[in-house]
């Protein structure tokens, strides 16, 4: 039996084909669609592992309001080479020693990263290969389970570019497929998303036409443009670019959220507005946790004790120390769903 899966940078599904009918499996039974599984993992420093829904409430419910302490930690020495010069330069990195894990979300976008080789989780080094295998792997058991057999033959969706240069495309491709193969597939079979999709509608067309396959994801924006006329099916164009959902959620919040915490409000002797980039790091999950280091929430607090708006400044610290980051951008997601059903709706951040 082979399995399809749309491993997505948000969400991912698998789906099985019994020569009659399509089956979408309830990878997510705690999502509120089971067969959307979010693309979303999280390690403990003991090894643990959950992947979809379950994983961001897992790390809401360990992390959400505990102390956070962030130490300097030496990782390596990094070589620097200039026209005339060379020097050898340690290099230290902020660890929050009370973490109990790792989350990690919209991973399959590191895939590109060639600077971007793995990650430490407690006492353990993972390369960005093994990371893809658990989910992968976490994956591929919940479907055997509902299949009742083994599965190890997958056709793995990828976008039609992963990255704009060639050569990061081929290093993310051949990380997909080693992360595959780590979760335990014998075969391991590649199909552009788009086209996919573009299957997928021919399959119920009743006439001869030219489609467009629009497929907005969390990583990338793919477009096909394909001629179906029965069974033949002739792909005519396709093109894509790696930036999509996620980019889209950093200008949601940056454009919302920020007049809230304090931004522009004036303070200290001079009246200088609050600089921005306390707001452009607040608007992308990715570099929140900075905001958590001693120098930039001293800079919050000097900020505050000298704002005419205090409490919107208390109110960033208390989010930003509190761990509250990736718990207000999984709310700014759903708000966004919603707005797929009405016109409006409103960004509430309770704590």
């Known amino acids: 039996m082979i399995v399809g899966m749309d491993f997505g940078t948000t969400n991912s599904g698998m789906s099985v084909y019994d020569g009659d009918a399509l089956r979408v499996l309830p990878l997510d039974p705690v999502n509120e669609n089971p067969r959307v599984l979010r693309t ?4 403990t420093n003991e090894q643990e592992v959950v992947i979809g829904r379950a994983a961001v409430d897992e790390y809401f419910a360990q992390n959400v309001g505990r102390p956070v302490k962030l130490q300097k930690v030496w990782v390596g020495e990094l070589e620097v080479y200039g026209a005339d010069m060379y020097f050898v ?15 990690f979300l919209s991973f399959k976008t590191n895939l590109r990263d060639h600077e ?10 993972y390369p960005i290969e093994a990371l893809l295998a658990l989910y992968l792997t976490v994956a591929r058991k919940r479907a055997e389970r509902l299949l009742g057999r083994e599965l190890r033959q997958v056709v793995l969706g990828r976008p039609v570019h992963f990255a704009s240069d060639p050569q ?3 290093l993310a491709q051949e990380r997909l497929l080693r992360g595959a193969f780590l979760a335990g597939y014998e075969k391991v079979y590649l199909a552009r998303e788009p086209i996919a999709a573009a299957y997928d509608y021919a399959s119920r067309a009743t006439r001869a036409q030219n489609i467009l396959v629009f497929d907005f994801g969390g990583g990338t924006l793919d477009i096909t443009v394909m001629r179906i006329d029965g069974r033949q099916r002739q792909v005519l164009a396709t093109g894509g670019v790696p930036i999509a959902g996620d980019v889209f959620d950093q200008k949601l919040v940056r454009a919302k959220l920020p007049r809230h915490f304090g931004e522009g409000t004036p303070y200290g002797p001079r009246q200088m507005p609050s600089p921005a ?24 607090q000097e900020i505050e004790q000298g704002s005419p708006r205090p409490g919107e400044i208390r109110g960033l610290i208390s989010l930003v ?17 919603d707005l797929s059903a009405r016109f409006g709706a409103m960004i509430r951040l309770d704590g």
Do not use: C
């Open 168 to 170: 990061h495309d081929a």
């Open 321 to 337: 120390s509190g761990n509250h980051g990736l718990q207000m951008f999984d709310t700014v997601e759903k708000t966004k769903r």
């Open 116 to 125: 971007y080789t793995g990650t430490v989780i407690g006492q353990s080094f």
């Open 277 to 300: 980039w306390i707001y452009d790091l607040f608007s992308n999950w990715q570099t929140i946790l900075e905001l958590q280091t001693p120098k930039n929430l001293r800079v919050l």
């Open 89 to 103: 330069t340690d290099t230290y990195v902020w660890v929050d020693v009370m973490s109990p894990g790792r989350l």
């Open 40 to 43: 979303a993992l999280y390690v």
